[in-house]
């Protein structure tokens, strides 16, 4: 599992209450129904993780120059 797939499992967890984002092929385990504000929350998760790393990759991108 990639890095991406473990943050964005973690994210769904821990924010959406889904054990995973692997397809079952079973519609009671496939779809969720999720509040507005766990979307949210996840959303926001995510653009945060990806700023983190947009911010890793520059401070390492100034180091190496």
Request: proline letters at 0%; hydrophobic letters at 40%; aromatic letters at 4%.
């Amino acid at each position: 599992m990639s890095k991406l797939e473990q943050l964005l499992t973690q994210i769904a967890q821990s924010k959406l209450g889904i054990e995973t984002l692997e397809t079952r092929k079973s519609d009671g385990l496939d779809f969720h129904d999720v509040a507005v504000w766990c979307l949210r929350d996840a959303l926001e998760a995510a653009f945060n993780a990806g700023v983190e790393q947009g911010r890793k990759t520059a401070t390492s991108d100034k180091a190496s120059n």
